[in-house]
C-alpha cells in the first residue's frame, strides 16, 4: 500500500496538496510517512490513534498533528482532483469508454461501523449487532471514477438511493 501510495504522489505530486492550515504559523511540513500513516488511518476506517498503536516509528503527537492540520475537506478534494486528472490523461482510459452516447456504471453500497455521535447512525441487530451504522454508497463510471456518493442511515432501504443515482446521473452525465 505504502508503495503504491509513493508512486502515485511521484506521478501526481498529490501531497503537495496538504498544506498547514494556519497561516500565521508556518511549521516545517513533517516526513512525508505521516502523511501516508494518516491516508491509510482515514483510508481503510483505522483511526489515527490505531495507526500509531500498529505502526513502527510513527509518534502519536505528530500523526495527530499532521492529521489535525494538515488534512481539511478541501485539501482531500485537492488530492483527488491531482490524481484523477493524471488519471484521466491516461490512455487505457479511453479504451474503458468506448460507447460515447453511453456511460456503463457501478454501484456498491457498504456498512460502516459508527462509534460516536451520528445524525445519520441508525441500529441494524444484522449488521452492527447492538451498535450503529451508516450506509455509504458510492457510483463509479466505466473507467473506474467516481461519479457520485452519498451517505445515510443503515436502516433506510438502499433502492431509493439507486433511484436518486439515476435521477442525478441523468441530470450530470448526459
Known amino acids: 500500500m505504502l508503495n ?12 503537495d496538496a496538504f498544506r498547514y492550515k494556519d497561516m500565521g504559523y508556518v ?23 490505531k495507526m500509531c498503536m500498529i505502526s513502527k516509528n510513527i509518534m502519536q ?12 475537506p478541501d485539501s482531500s478534494m485537492e488530492a483527488n482532483d491531482l490524481i484523477l486528472s493524471k488519471s484521466n490523461g491516461l490512455p487505457i482510459t479511453n479504451i474503458f469508454r468506448n460507447l460515447s452516447e453511453f456511460i456503463h456504471t457501478g454501484s456498491d453500497g457498504q456498512k460502516f461501523d459508527v462509534s460516536i455521535p451520528s445524525l445519520r447512525a441508525s441500529s441494524s ?41 439515476f435521477k442525478i446521473g441523468a441530470k450530470t452525465l448526459f
Open 4 to 15: 503504491v501510495l509513493r508512486l502515485v504522489n511521484r506521478e501526481t505530486g498529490f501531497m
Open 27 to 49: 511549521s516545517k511540513k513533517p516526513d512525508e510517512r505521516f502523511f501516508y500513516t494518516a491516508i491509510i488511518g482515514y483510508g481503510e476506517n483505522i483511526g489515527i490513534r
Open 61 to 72: 503527537n505528530t500523526l495527530e498533528t499532521v492529521a489535525s492540520h494538515y488534512f481539511s
Open 125 to 165: 441487530y444484522k449488521y452492527f449487532g447492538n451498535g450503529r451504522g451508516i450506509t455509504i454508497y458510492s457510483h463509479l463510471d466505466e473507467s473506474g471514477q467516481l461519479y457520485f456518493s452519498t451517505v445515510f442511515s443503515a436502516a433506510e432501504r438502499e433502492s431509493a438511493c439507486l433511484k436518486m443515482k
